[in-house]
């Protein structure tokens, strides 16, 4: 069985200039965003590379509709911003990351910036309402933020290995990741608002649903994201996440690739090939299954059934 990439490539992270919506690319003299499509399509938010060329120019007005994060991993930036009677300035180096608020604006500008290269994260509105029912569909980040954020750069760096590896480990993998960067950002950077009251335990009789329907769909990767999962209780990925870790003791993911393991074990010493495992098993590849069989095992599949 093999892979097929996705037919339609992921819409690109788009500003407003005015009232003419651009790609992040094009905000750049020089501007490019690398890396290739993955095999499987990435789930979480959109996510993009880029990079660009040392430029010292002014800049016209411009909106942000969705909340970003720009981690910058290469280069020096200064931009200074004018929005009505209020002026902004942001200096960011190679380890900082940009948190920019939904709907920040500016009138004017000035750019001045040596070669870059960076990760953009957009919490856009129909991911965040789709991970986040119950909320508002909205990140209060007030205005901009330049940190540097060790736990910022472990997500990061998680998503940008699982792209730059072909999404190997699925839509419930990077959903899981998106639900992670939200809520550690909603805790550390967010304006407080008045939490919602939630259950606060998943029932025995949700629990063997929720593990039937994995055992049922270990194969397919579409049923075992983490909305899926979600709906099958009736609550957010968010709470779910949060509700699902506090029964178990580990996360839907790794529960996931926990049982896929088990089963893969059990094909094993019934002597299928690993191609065959691997289908059945759910993962994106036979390469894929032996690399996380050996990291969990100690032994590569073929060793183990020897």
């Not at 009232?19 to 290739?36: A, C, F, M, T, W």
């Not at 839509?171 to 950002?185: K, P």
């Not at 691997?278 to 299954?289: D, E, I, K, L, Q």
Request: aromatic share 8%; hydrophobic share 35%; net charge positive.
């Amino acid at each position: 069985m093999s892979i097929q990439r996705p037919t339609k490539a992921a819409a690109p992270i788009q500003l407003l200039a005015g009232r003419v919506s651009v790609r992040l690319d094009e905000l750049r003299i020089g501007g490019e965003r690398v890396g290739q499509q993955p095999l499987r399509p990435w789930l979480g938010f959109p996510v993009e590379f880029h990079k660009g060329r040392a430029e010292n120019r002014d800049v016209g007005a411009l909106l942000y509709p969705n909340a970003l994060i720009w981690q910058q991993r290469v280069g020096r930036t200064r931009a200074q911003m004018t929005s009505g009677c209020q002026e902004f300035e942001a200096v960011t180096h190679g380890g900082d990351s940009l948190l920019i608020q939904e709907n920040f604006e500016f009138d004017r500008g000035h750019l001045q910036t040596s070669d870059t290269y960076g990760i953009a994260v957009e919490i856009s509105r129909e991911k965040l309402t789709h991970l986040f029912p119950d909320e508002s569909g909205t990140m209060n980040l007030s205005g901009f933020k330049i940190v540097q954020d060790r736990t910022l750069d472990n997500l990061f760096s998680l998503m940008e290995k699982e792209i730059a590896d072909g999404c190997p480990c699925g839509g419930l993998y990077a959903e899981s990741l998106s639900v992670a960067l939200v809520s550690y950002l909603t805790h550390v950077y967010a304006c407080p608002k008045t939490p919602r009251k939630i259950g606060n335990r998943l029932s025995g009789r949700n629990i063997e649903t929720i593990k039937a329907h994995v055992r049922e769909n270990l194969g397919n990767s579409d049923e075992l994201r983490l909305a899926k999962l979600a709906s099958l209780v009736h609550t957010s990925p968010y709470h779910f996440a949060r509700l699902f870790k506090a029964a178990l003791g580990i996360t839907p993911h790794r529960y996931v690739m926990d049982l896929r393991i088990k089963e893969a074990q059990r094909l094993l010493r019934a002597g299928l090939t690993i191609a065959e495992i691997a289908v059945r098993t759910g993962f994106a590849s036979s390469t894929h299954m032996s690399d996380v069989f050996r990291r969990r095992m100690g032994v590569s599949p073929s060793q183990y059934r020897d």
